[in-house]
């Protein structure tokens, strides 16, 4: 059975059809002076999956970076955080941009270090 994601939502009509979580971390500084993790807050919304498109493909890559995902959300709901869990996965978010139809744009890559906290044994 064909699927109807690809026809719901594109670039220009979006529908917020799928979930992320967006988290915002509290860090402290160790003994060493680096920060450590202190305490993740998520916070679930819905989203939209768009694609990452050549030019920022390139743009990003000429500055180390490796877009592997865009979400739209909804501009009201978006603070700034820096880190979402989607699929199953772990982002940071490098880039957002403010759309004039009222949603966001995160432009997210999957980094070392951006990592679900782990309980401790």
Do not use: W
Not at 25 to 30: A, F, S, Y
Not at 88 to 99: H, P
Not at 103 to 116: F, I, P, W
């Amino acid at each position: 059975m064909p699927s109807l994601k690809p026809s719901v939502g594109d670039n220009h009509n979006i529908s917020l059809d799928d979930v992320c979580d967006l988290i915002t971390v509290d860090t402290e500084l160790d003994n060493l002076n680096q920060p450590v993790i202190k305490e993740e807050h998520p916070r679930q919304l819905f989203c939209a999956r768009l694609n990452v498109s050549r030019a920022e493909f390139a743009a990003a890559g000429q500055l180390g970076l490796k877009p592997d995902l865009v979400l739209a959300v909804d501009s009201d709901e978006y603070d700034g955080e820096n880190q979402i869990d989607y699929a199953g996965k772990r982002y940071a978010v490098y880039r957002d941009y403010l759309r004039t139809d009222g949603y966001t744009e995160l432009y997210c890559e999957v980094k070392a270090g951006v990592h679900k906290n782990k309980p401790p044994d």
